[in-house]
């Protein structure tokens, strides 16, 4: 596993917006309670346990990687969750800490990237498992890495090959009264598309993939009708 540079361990400078904000309530789609955040000048006590994404969490930030919570990696990982606004702060090695630090290394080594195959034409890859899309052309980064937002336990994200069957830019839900921003439709009523709230909030998409809508905006001038697009992994928590 690869982690992050060390200037960066804490912010996300190469990120064109600010940090997806997290809300208080429940977060079933990674299966974690969140609790408003705590007043300033009082943070949450920090976690003793091990986290789910423990090691994982540890490497990507440079900490010991021995899949033992510390005293200091708590500290070090509650700083990084104030940083993102992810809550709970409490230091804990959460999948919403985890996908969103490899989201930060994505960023940083494209080239590095995997999982998605090779192919002459423009590919939509979609990694469920890390919760972030980005677009390859002969096996090249040609769309760098947004976060994601797939589909919900019970109504997944389909996985496998498909092509971008049909475009509309300004489209609307009628089963779910939603706006769909830039959607591109890949397999049947499942599209990728911008959504205006938190990405973080709620069990997750109805099968949809969700972007923020300024990344939906302009992987819109990326994509073109009948690129393929590559979907695979499992969701976190899911």
Known sequence: MWKLPRARRTLRALIPAAPLALTAGVLPAYGVALAPPAPTGAPLKCSTADGPYQRQVEELMGLQADGSQSPADCEAIQKYQESQLI???????????YTALYWDW??????????????EGRVACV???HQILWVASKGKVAFTPVAIRSGRAELPTRTGWFRVERRKEDDWSTLYNSPMTYSQYFSGGQAIHGVYNNLYEGPGSHGCVNLRHADAQRLWSTLQQGDAVYVWGKKPGA
């Open 127 to 129: 990694d469920l498992g």
């Open 87 to 97: 809550v709970p702060a409490d230091g804990s090695a959460g999948p919403i800490t």
């Open 106 to 119: 994505a960023q940083n080594y494209p080239e590095k990237l995997s999982g998605c195959p090779q192919r």
